[in-house]
Nanobody
Framework: VQLQASGGGLVQAGGSLRLSCLAS????????MGWYRQAPGKQRELVAD???????NYADSVKGRFTISRDNAKNTVYLEMSSLKPEDTGVYYC??????????WGQGTQVTVSS
């Protein structure tokens, strides 16, 4: 599975961004898709993920502000981010998890939220 993330950028606090992640390759094996982020000097953390059947899961820090969605026909997962805060700054990584638990990671896209 190859994952190509896009949509990061620089935005002011309170603004919005949409991240996209296109999966290719052995997509039939994908079960869960999601997004992690890593801020400078911090560990990588789960932001949100979504099951093959569309059930989302969010980190407490983004609930009510971020929405994850998935278009299986387009092999794409999206992360709509609104009411962005400076603490949302980091590199956002797309991840896919197969039914056997194997993970694939995308290359990461930078999100910077200025105060």
């Amino acid at each position: 599975v190859q994952l190509q993330a896009s949509g990061g950028g620089l935005v002011q606090a309170g603004g919005s961004l949409r991240l996209s992640c296109l999966a290719s390759g052995s997509i039939f094996s994908i079960n869960v898709m999601g997004w992690y982020r890593q801020a400078p000097g911090k560990q990588r953390e789960l932001v949100a993920d979504i099951s093959n059947s569309g059930v989302p899961n969010y980190a407490d820090s983004v609930k009510g502000r971020f929405t994850i969605s998935r278009d299986n026909a387009k092999n794409t997962v999206y992360l709509e981010m609104s009411s962005l805060k400076p603490e949302d700054t980091g590199v956002y990584y797309c991840v896919s998890v197969s039914s056997s638990g194997f993970q694939h990671w995308g290359q990461g896209t930078q999100v910077t939220v200025s105060s």
